[in-house]
């Protein structure tokens, strides 16, 4: 059995198409990637070297900060970009960039992966009893919910996954510095709806998707840095469960 995951709530690299060239010294091309940890200077950094030419934006991202990922969607909507993934696109990369846009492209042994959004936390810690916790996040839960609206999106899609990587504490042992004073332990790391799941939720996607546990290990031997990963691979066309359980504290004084 993997370990616990603990859930808790970097600049991105840009490049334009375009061998040799900085993104800022191309003044049009119809695609751009965006690598690493989603954040704000990623994003303003993308508002920088898009175009009006710019079709497609091709990402490989662990995810990041939620408002950033919104951000980014954002843009992604506005602006009717092709999403492509190469690698992986987990967190808020598939919550808030892939799920939101209009069309999604998954190339061969890519994983795009879902676990815990804010407003998942807030239902979770309400279940819980603490809502002194959950209300840390109802800010953020509010902005997910009303971009999912505006996105024609399912909010089953913000709570589903949280429970399918089953949440096994909290805990409100987190950096000093953090803006949130609570964590999830989890079972898993993240979770991969079957693609009859996504496809129902209006997530419709082009290309591969992992279709068993074997297709699942192919594509984490190609991405070596998700081996730390657990992955929960849901293998058939899964019932939506958005429900939210009472989960116990981590520990006393926790």
């Given amino acids: 059995m993997k370990r616990p995951t603990l859930l808790a709530s970097g600049l991105a690299t840009l490049v334009a198409c375009g061998a040799g060239q900085s993104p800022s010294s191309i003044p049009s091309q119809d695609s751009v990637t965006i690598e690493g940890a989603i954040n704000d200077a990623g994003v303003a950094r993308l508002r920088q070297v898009i175009t009006a030419d710019t079709k497609t934006l091709v990402v490989n991202s662990p995810g990041g900060e939620i408002a950033s990922a919104i951000a980014l969607g954002s843009i992604v909507r506005e602006r009717g970009l092709t999403v492509v993934v190469r690698g992986a696109c987990l967190s808020a990369c598939a919550h808030f960039v892939f799920a939101p846009a209009t069309r999604r492209i998954v190339e061969p042994y890519a994983i795009i992966g879902f676990h815990g959004t804010a407003t998942a936390r807030e239902a979770l810690l309400h279940a819980s009893g603490r809502d002194d916790l959950a209300a840390e996040y109802a800010g953020l839960a509010g902005e997910e919910k009303h971009f999912y609206a505006r996105a024609g999106l399912p909010a089953a899609l913000l709570l589903v996954p949280m429970r399918k990587v089953v949440p096994i504490c909290y805990t ?27 496809r129902g939720m209006g997530v419709a996607f082009e290309g591969w998707w992992p279709a068993s546990q074997q297709d699942l290990a192919a594509a984490v031997a190609a991405n070596p840095n998700l081996r730390p990963l657990s992955f929960r691979l849901e293998d058939g066309p899964g019932a939506a469960d958005a429900g939210a359980e009472r989960v116990p504290s981590c520990g006393a004084g926790r």
């Fill in 172 to 198: 409100t042992d987190v950096p000093p510095r953090s803006a949130i004073r609570s964590a999830f332990m989890t079972r898993m790391s993240f979770f991969i709806p079957s693609a009859g799941t996504l």
